[in-house]
């Protein structure tokens, strides 16, 4: 409270407290209390004590005595009606279209009538270019799948000629090392062979040669000719000798290696044909998935356009009554601002276009402040007064929304749950009651039995102490402070501080009408359960709260009267908190 407002003991007599309220009921509530109170003429009195004869002008109207009653803790909401079994037709084009056609609304249709029309020129535009594009895709397809199956061949060819490589190259080595080697070294082996040999004739003969010339059986020229000839035959050994030596030493490994790396030369080969044909192949494969991808694309582009061209008409899957989105979607801004459904409206994806209410059953949805919601539960009864027909209904709640809804751009700091109300079946029919009609719903949260109670609109506040006006003389009111228990928006629980039989009142008092507004009696505040803290101010003594209302409780559940309409007793229900806690 703010603290131009707030009064203490010490504050002057003139300024009044603010009148005491529960969260979340509003003042066309207490008003509405007010005049059923008047007209019913539920505990409004005349003061009868001592203090009451010389009220002088306070009319009786004004006043009304405490008394010991139980009452019904009940909350209102509005909201709207709506079809138990809805069904909504919305705009399935992902772009944003114009109607072209619509049914009149409040038409009862059968299935399969058409029932909006949207325009299509954009959408079959773009089915004509996705056609193109899908018999390119188709081509690129085709062409990848006949580059790939080239590829293929080429690579096994190229691997049989590699193979065929290799298989000569060891052919080669092993005819060099089983057939060419051997060959080789029998012709030089034969070689220093043959060498040798016509060595030992030719010495044979060079020496006989020498016997013969010394005595002068050969002339010295045919000496000299077997003397060469030996000469030649001791160079021609050593030539066949130092060939096969070079041969074994240098040549056969010379050969050897030659072959060898033809060998791995040969199968070096094969593996780079090999990795070169799974790479070129999976070149092609790769670029064959990405064509067919592409064409599922295409594919799957058109059937998407031509399933939005089928959005474009909106027929009614069953029989019904038409709404349309806009009279349905009444707290709707942009509706708001640009008016309902018409022939060229232009509508977004998902935008309510239509909807068929089943109107043999319906249901009410109001919506409660987030300080009430709590106290809503399924199963609780309902009153449900209609304004278009004036007609009242029961009902019984079915549920309670989950998350809160903001108030929007308007109100953001306002949170409220959707509270979901079956009404009477039997009632509803014969109302003839029809979606979005504006409803307001009495829901009985509780009741309180056998309790000091006052009008709702007899309890004032200063600050944290909650107080009645209790007549003190001609035209003068006293403070008598209270403690304030659960509260309807008709009645109030007096838990603490006043006595059945006192009058109080029930008006805003007038300047100078209040004897004590300056101070605070102690015994008076210490027996409505406050205390005075070291400030000197008056608080909450919250310890003898609680023990008052776990009593109340416990007194409440023992009585089969407190049973709610739901089945739950009142003691099982939230105590209503005084504003101030």
């Known amino acids: 409270m703010p603290q131009n407002q707030r009064r203490t003991h010490r504050r002057p007599a003139h300024r009044t407290g603010c009148r005491a309220t529960r969260p979340g009921i509003g003042t066309w509530g207490i008003v509405g209390a007010i005049t059923a109170l008047v007209l019913a003429g539920v505990g409004i009195v005349a003061a009868t004590n001592s203090s009451d004869e010389d009220a002088g002008p306070a009319s009786t109207v004004e006043l009304a005595q405490a008394s010991v009653r139980s009452f019904v803790i009940t909350t209102l909401a509005n909201g709207e009606l709506e079809a138990k079994n809805q069904l909504e037709l919305r705009n399935g084009v992902e772009s944003r279209s114009t109607i072209t056609e619509i049914i009149k609304e409040g ?30 895709a188709r081509t690129n397809h085709e062409s990848a799948l006949a580059s790939e199956k080239i590829q293929q061949s080429e690579n096994d060819s190229k691997l049989r000629a ?14 060099w090392e089983s057939g060419d080697v051997i060959k080789k070294r029998q012709e030089l082996d034969l070689a220093v062979e043959r060498a040798t040999k016509n060595l030992e004739r030719l010495k044979n003969k060079y020496d006989n040669s020498i016997e013969l010339y010394k005595n002068d059986f050969l002339s010295k020229d045919e000496l000299d000719r077997d003397e060469i000839a030996y000469i030649e035959a001791v160079s021609a050994m050593k030539t066949a000798e130092l060939d096969r030596t070079v041969y074994e030493d240098f040549q056969y490994h010379k050969d050897a290696e030659q072959k060898r790396r033809d060998v791995e030369e040969a199968a070096a080969e094969l593996e780079r044909v090999k990795e070169e044909n799974e790479i070129n192949l999976r070149s092609k494969k790769a670029n064959t998935v990405n064509r067919q991808r592409q064409l599922q694309l295409r594919e799957e582009k058109l059937r998407e356009l031509n399933e939005q061209l089928g959005y474009c008409v ?23 601002s640009e008016g309902g459904l018409a022939v060229g409206k232009e509508v977004g994806n998902n935008d309510l276009l239509i909807a068929l209410p089943d109107t043999t059953e319906m249901t009410a949805s109001v919506k409660v402040h987030e300080s009430i919601a709590g106290r809503v539960r399924p199963g609780q009864s309902v009153s449900v007064k209609v304004e278009a027909i004036d007609r009242t209904i029961p ?15 308007r109100d953001p700091n306002r949170r409220e749950y959707t509270v979901k109300i079956d009404l009477d079946q039997e009632a509803a029919r014969t109302a003839e009651l029809k979606p979005t009609m504006r409803c307001e719903a009495r829901i009985e949260l509780g009741r309180v039995n056998d309790v000091v109670a006052v009008p709702v609109q007899a309890v004032f506040n200063d600050g944290p102490v909650r107080y009645v006006l209790r007549p003190a003389g001609v035209g003068r009111f006293e403070r008598v402070p209270v403690m304030l228990g659960r509260t309807s928006d008709a009645d109030a629980e007096i838990s603490a501080g006043l006595e059945p039989g006192t009058s109080v009142l029930l008006r805003d008092p007038l300047p100078g009408e209040i004897i004590n507004a300056n101070q605070w009696d102690q015994a008076a505040i210490e027996s409505a359960g406050y205390i005075i803290d070291e400030n000197g101010e008056p608080t909450i003594d919250y310890r003898a709260m609680m023990r008052r209302r776990a009593a109340a409780r416990s007194q409440d559940a023992a009585s089969p009267a407190s049973a709610t309409p739901s089945g739950t007793s009142a003691a099982a229900q939230p105590a209503a908190e005084p ?3």
């Open 107 to 136: 038409t009862m249709v059968t299935a399969g009538d058409v029932l909006v029309r949207l325009n299509d020129e954009d959408i079959r535009n773009r089915i004509a270019e996705a056609e193109l594009q899908l018999i390119e």
């Open 395 to 409: 009902g019984v709640v079915r549920s309670v929304g989950v998350l809160a809804e903001s108030g929007g751009w």
């Open 579 to 581: 504003a101030s806690e």
């Open 162 to 175: 590699a193979e065929s490589t290799l298989s000569i190259a060891n052919l080669t080595y092993e005819q």
């Open 314 to 336: 909106v027929v009614a899957p069953r029989d019904g009554l038409v709404v349309y989105g806009s009279s349905v979607q009444t707290n709707n801004w942009r509706w708001q």
